[in-house]
């Protein structure tokens, strides 16, 4: 819909432009052949004469009385010939010259009308003008459009499956008192230490001196994660409030719970690197 009123839009801004075009140089052509118009030697005043006025003058006789002269009678027709006042004239009446019979403002005024073969080649440019520039924007139109059109046609989604593997979870080997001891996979893993229920404190200690890796509170709502080597030692003080993972493996937590919690992880005998 947008574009089809862009169209419309552009073909009235060409149409105006195309008859303010017109409209000016008829303007000019007009304003030229006023220009080149012979001018009327008999509307012109003539320069003033270098001489003075003469005191006039009277006719007289011989004797020196004024002279009266005759009045001057108006011609009339001849009452005995016939006469026919139309344009159509025998063979053997005289012939008179069209340029005897108008003046110029007749020749002018006809040679001002357009010929009408000059009308129709005018009408058939602008016609084709006109179509011209809506076969533009129509080309345009199908070419952009249509291109957007067939790309969303033929663009299949894609849907991608993702398939999650769900790690066994980490059991218990032994327990005893506040101590649990589990074996893993691995001699490098990760231990990531998370607070559900509350805040909760946790020791990281690795190896077989135990020495401290980090020490703690784990606020709500946040982990603690380290890579260990070897033997580890988790200490949790609410283990209540805590969810252990090792290695995206679920740690399943001794029932019943102590009020602190030590995890031991060993790796396996049969364990590779």
């Known amino acids: 819909m947008k574009v089809a009123l862009e169209v419309v839009a552009v073909f009235f801004v060409v149409t105006i432009l195309a008859t303010v075009a017109l409209r000016v140089r008829k303007l000019r052509r007009d304003e030229m052949r006023a ?36 009045p001057v009678e108006r011609p009339r027709l001849d009452p005995a010939r016939h006469y026919v006042f139309n344009e159509l004239s025998s063979p053997n009446d005289e012939v008179v010259n069209s340029s005897l019979r108008h003046n110029d403002d007749w020749f002018l005024s006809r040679s001002s009308n357009r010929s009408t073969l000059s009308i129709v080649l005018r009408r058939l440019v602008a016609f084709v003008l006109v179509a011209l520039v809506i076969a533009i924007l129509a080309t345009y139109y199908v070419n952009h459009h249509g291109a957007k059109t067939k790309h969303h046609n033929t663009t299949t989604p894609t849907t991608l499956s993702v398939t999650t593997t769900t790690l066994p979870e980490l059991r218990v080997t032994s327990a005893s008192g506040d101590e649990a001891i589990y074996e893993v996979s691995a ?15 946790a020791v990281y200690e690795e190896g077989s001196s135990n020495s401290l890796d980090w020490q703690g509170t784990v606020e709500p709502g946040h982990d ?40 031991v992880f060993r790796p396996s005998t049969n364990t590779t690197n």
Do not use: Q, W
Not at 47 to 66: H, I, M, N, V
Not at 187 to 201: D, E, I, K, N
């Open 35 to 70: 220009l080149s118009k012979p001018v009327e030697r008999r509307l012109m005043a003539p320069p003033p004469s270098p001489y003075a006025p003469s005191k006039g003058f009277r006719l007289l006789d011989s004797e020196g009385a004024p002279l009266n002269r005759p």
């Open 224 to 263: 603690e994660s380290l890579v260990v080597s070897g033997n580890a030692r988790i200490t949790l003080g609410t283990p209540a409030n805590a969810s252990v993972v090792v290695s995206g493996r679920s740690v399943v937590l001794p029932s019943p719970l102590p009020s602190t919690l030590a995890l």
């Open 187 to 201: 001699t490098r893993y990760r231990v990531t230490v998370t607070a559900t229920g509350g805040s909760t404190s």
